[in-house]
């Protein structure tokens, strides 16, 4: 079966960290480049970041520029979301998706994969 399972989330201070992991398995998770997006309760989807699997290009919404550091680990099937100095405003649902490609401002595209989120509180 294809699964995608975002996990990692919680609730952290303002100002605090978390790392997100995304893992992927029963498909060729090297030939997709992998999207974190974000939902909030009221608010739509927003891409956050996406890594290219062509070159490892590394894109970013500019609200997580310099705060969230997208990287994945081949041998592991895995792809991390480091977010440092998390403020309230990030809190969300935490989405990952296997994508044909990435934008410049943090979207892929051309989903082909998605899975269950991970919620991710940041209190002020």
């Known amino acids: 079966d294809v699964q995608l399972q975002a996990s990692g989330g919680g609730l952290v201070q303002a100002g605090g960290s978390l790392r997100l992991s995304c893992a992927a398995s029963?498909?060729?998770?090297?030939?997709?480049?992998i999207n974190w997006f974000r939902q909030a309760p009221g608010k739509e989807r927003e891409g956050v970041s996406c890594?290219?699997?062509?070159?490892?290009?590394?894109y970013y919404a500019d609200s997580v520029k310099g705060r969230f550091t997208i990287f994945s680990d081949n041998a592991k099937n895995t792809v991390y979301l480091q977010m440092n100095s998390l403020k309230p405003e990030d809190t969300a649902v935490y989405y990952c998706?296997?994508?044909?490609?990435?934008?410049?401002?943090?979207w892929g595209y051309g989903i082909h994969y998605w899975g269950k989120g991970t919620q991710v509180t940041v209190s002020s």
């Open positions: 998706a296997a994508v044909q490609g990435c934008s410049a401002t943090g």
């Open positions: 029963g498909f060729t998770f090297d030939v997709y480049a």
């Open positions: 890594i290219s699997r062509s070159d490892y290009s590394t």
